[in-house]
């Protein structure tokens, strides 16, 4: 009954800049944590950043300094700021929310959004 969508890909060239958007919906329930993954082409899935409830914010290193994770807990929604970006910055970046109902908690995944960094 959750639903998890991104939105704000698109083709950049180098240097340019990119916010994603990912918005959680659907019955009732809390969110605990919200990441941001990327997989390009012949590649591993890799944490690009993540954000507690609390306000805790972690980065891989390749993005420490460009990209800035944050939250828009009214409408449910993690954006990912993405500046300066480079020609390995493409791939699929997908979001992975941690959601508590009652005991329950699961992690659900968007679909993604292609994000491609070309000249």
């Known amino acids: 009954q959750v639903q998890v969508v991104e939105s704000g890909g698109g083709l950049v060239q180098p240097g340019g800049s990119l916010r994603l958007s990912c918005t959680a919906s659907g019955s009732s329930f809390s969110i605990t944590a919200m990441e941001w993954y990327r997989q390009a082409p012949g590649k591993q899935r890799e944490l690009v950043a993540g954000?507690?409830?609390?306000?805790?914010?972690n980065y891989a290193d390749f993005v420490k300094g460009r990209f800035t994770i944050s939250r828009d807990n009214a409408a449910n929604t993690v954006y990912l700021q993405m500046n300066r970006l480079k020609p390995e910055d493409t791939a699929v970046y997908s979001c992975?929310?941690?959601?508590?109902?009652?005991?329950?908690?699961?992690?659900?995944w968007g679909q993604g959004t292609q994000v491609t960094i070309s000249s």
């Open positions: 954000l507690t409830s609390g306000g805790i914010t």
């Open positions: 992975n929310i941690t959601f508590q109902q009652g005991a329950f908690s699961w992690k659900t």
